[in-house]
């Protein structure tokens, strides 16, 4: 027990410690910690005991011998901590600390001779610091130290703040500024990049690019749109777009960087570079809106958007890339394109580029469909249905109108594709373990059935939402237009679309014609999960119940049609709509409560439709003896299926019917009628009778021969 204690201790921590990245091991060692603190805290002394010693002599010093001073002291500290770094390398801190303190001086004696009296004019002191940052970059490959890197990156800022300053105070030098600023961070950046390759000599080197990403992201964020649309529009907009797309070439290559050196975190970092985009495209296509440019010029910015994002999400398939950094970028681009796609929408509200977004949208989560991922076919179908939420008819021209149209359909096709591929991609990816494997395939089947449940509703109502805009004033367009909802449908539901296996591809492929949830393939009910068959499934219930009442809003419809023909197709498309409800159910139809409700569902269906067609009243004789024959069908077909309940029902249908003919109808009626409703209802419960007398003598046989049976009933 003794020597457990301490085992187990250690066990412990170095479990705790394999969980920490390694570099982050490195960075949190004491001897690490304590000399880059203390080299931080000496520059900032140094720093400060320069600027005390300024201070008490300044006023006495001339401006020129301040500047140069200065000047003459960052270039000998930088050289001088160069040529220790390279010389004595245990001593590296130390010369970081001496290059580090001279790169800041650098850019303070630079700022310096811009702010006493002008000394030098913003542009050359621009280049001047633009040069001063590469020189460090220069120095801290030589003397393989990132924190000579760290504080280019910070007199980038500084430059870029510098910048800022002079746009205020001179809008009209912003395009020509912030060029300058665009092309310093591109050859920040580019520098960078051939500086990281050089991972085997300094590990550190991976970091590179991510210090000129953050100039590039700080010149993205400042950036003086307005001034510099109102000197040139066509510039302005480039310069923004091309910082876009400098900083997300940089976050594709960092990320790279950092992964091959085993920081796992990176390929995340694509949801801030996201963030930034949007918003900044965000806000130039606001700032050309309020200036009243032409439309023409915030949809071309609008489609170079989404061309940059395609773009982006198709730099990280190739194989040579990472598997897990592909992974983790993947869920990014298709988290990230929803918003940036709607918000584009929502400035420019223009719906004929809707179909441009639907387009972009299988590019940018293509890399997700080949990680085998769930969500890319719910997205899709989703895109499919955001026309919903626009304003149909009037709102928009015919031609927006089918383009909406069109993108709808597309979707749908988008669906389908993102489906196969991703089959394909989970069929040749590494099975996953025994335990995550069927959860993985039921989360896959279940988003495949959400998507189908989108497309279907994107047919049946979105589609006929967005053609009202197109019908216009005939009534007979009208007509046909509300029998789409129904007839999509019964297609559907023909098709298999409510069935255990059923799947966009499969369905509109027609694999799963006929099938029906839970049910075999000859049409008997299968049992649930826990082997019982108490009755229909929740989800049969709830989609008969949903089709039934698209069939009494169809027969609403029907009801309004101005042509004769119309209506009885209308009436038609209705009780075919409610023949799918009671097909959905009919597996259980010796149930009780299921042979009940289809019975009074399929009544009420039947009569309404008579109403309908016939334009009868109905309280008339004509409803009374429809209701009695009905009872009387309900009666046969019980006897012949052996229903009770069905049975019931029937009779008390013939009852309530005969008691309206001898006491309501019959009074309201001359005689003749009298004579012949009275003779007819006769005659029918004269042969039900009949079938009960015939149905008492079997049960007495029946009796007759299981005396036991009939005592226990």
């Not at 189908?452 to 237009?481: E, M, T």
Request: aromatic share 6%; net charge positive.
């Amino acid at each position: 027990m003794q020597g457990s204690g301490p085992a187990g201790t250690g066990q412990a921590r170095s479990a705790g410690t394999e969980q920490i990245p390694g570099w982050a091991q490195r960075a949190m060692r004491e001897g690490n910690l304590g000399r880059y603190l203390l080299s931080g805290a000496a520059a900032v002394l140094v720093l400060s005991a320069g600027v005390s010693l300024l201070a008490l002599v300044w006023d006495s010093i001339p401006d020129p011998v301040k500047i140069l001073g200065l000047a003459l002291i960052a270039v000998t500290m930088t050289a001088a901590g160069a040529q220790l770094g390279i010389s004595r390398p245990r001593y590296r801190v130390a010369a970081a600390t001496i290059t580090g303190t001279g790169g800041g001086l650098g850019f303070v004696s630079i700022v310096g001779a811009v702010l006493l009296n002008g000394m030098l004019s913003p542009e050359p002191a621009l280049v001047l610091m633009a040069c001063w940052g590469l020189v460090l970059l220069a120095v801290s490959h030589m003397t393989r130290v990132l924190f000579t890197a760290v504080v280019s990156t910070l007199g980038a800022l500084v430059t870029i703040g510098f910048a800022v300053s002079h746009v205020v105070r001179q809008p009209q030098a912003a395009l020509i500024t912030w060029l300058m600023i665009s092309i310093y961070v591109t050859v920040l950046a580019l520098t960078c990049v051939v500086l990281s390759r050089n991972t085997e000599r300094m590990r550190l080197a991976a970091w590179y690019p991510v210090t000129s990403m953050v100039a590039t992201a700080t010149a993205l964020i400042a950036a003086p749109i307005q001034p510099m649309l109102r000197t040139s529009v066509a510039s302005g907009t480039g310069i923004v777009l091309t910082l876009c797309l400098l900083l997300v070439c940089q976050t594709l290559h960092a990320s790279t960087q950092l992964w091959s050196i085993g920081v796992e975190t990176s390929g995340w970092d694509w949801g801030p570079t996201a963030v930034i985009l949007m918003l900044r495209i965000g806000n130039l296509m606001t700032e050309q809106m309020s200036l009243r440019l032409g439309h023409t010029v915030i949809v071309i910015t609008f489609l170079l958007e989404l061309l940059l994002l395609a773009l982006a999400a198709l730099a990280t398939l190739p194989i040579h890339c990472p598997a897990g950094w592909r992974r983790a970028m993947a869920i990014g681009h298709e988290v990230a394109f929803f918003p940036l796609a709607l918000i584009g929408m929502a400035i420019i509200d223009d719906p004929r580029v809707y179909l441009f977004v639907i387009v972009a949208a299988m590019p940018c989560l293509l890399p997700a469909i080949l990680n085998a991922r769930v969500e890319p076919a719910p997205i899709l179908a989703l895109l499919g249905t955001v026309p919903i939420l626009m304003a149909p008819g009037a709102a928009h021209s015919r031609g927006d109108t089918w383009s909406l149209i069109v993108s709808v359909v597309i979707s749908a096709l988008m669906v389908i594709m993102a489906e196969g591929l991703g089959d394909r991609a989970a069929c040749s990816s590494p099975v996953p373990a025994s335990h995550s494997a069927p959860s993985h395939v039921q989360t896959r089947v279940l988003a495949l059935r959400a998507a189908l449940a989108v497309v279907a509703f994107n047919i049946a109502v979105v589609i006929p939402f967005l053609g009202s805009g197109l019908v216009g004033d005939s009534q007979s367009a009208w007509a046909a237009l509300r029998a789409v909802p129904g007839l999509a449908t019964i297609t559907f539901i023909a098709l298999g679309a409510f069935s255990s296996g059923a799947t966009p591809k499969r369905v509109l492929s027609g694999q799963c014609r006929g099938s029906r949830y839970r049910v075999g393939p000859r049409g008997e009910a299968l049992p649930g999960p826990a082997g019982n068959q108490a009755g229909a499934p929740a989800p049969s219930w709830i989609l008969s119940a949903m089709v039934a009442v698209l069939a009494m809003v169809t027969l609403s419809w029907a009801e309004d049609a101005s042509s004769s023909i119309w209506m009885l197709l209308l009436v038609a498309v209705a009780l075919g709509v409610g023949a799918c409800a009671t097909w959905l159910l009919l597996p259980w139809r010796r149930c009780a409560e299921v042979c009940l409700s289809l019975a009074i569902g399929n009544s009420l269906l039947m009569w309404l439709s008579v109403i309908v067609a016939t334009e009868v009243d109905p309280g008339s004789v004509l409803m009374s003896v429809l209701v009695l024959l009905t009872g009387g069908a309900c009666i046969v077909l019980g006897f012949r299926a052996r229903l009770t309940i069905l049975r019931h029902y029937g009779l008390t249908l013939v009852l309530l019917s005969v008691l309206k003919l001898a006491v309501m109808d019959v009074a309201a009626q001359n005689s003749i009628i009298r004579v012949i409703s009275l003779a007819a209802a006769g005659v029918v419960c004269f042969v039900l009778s009949l079938l009960y007398n015939r149905y008492a003598q079997e049960q007495r046989h029946e009796n007759d021969q299981n005396p036991v049976d009939s005592r226990n009933i």
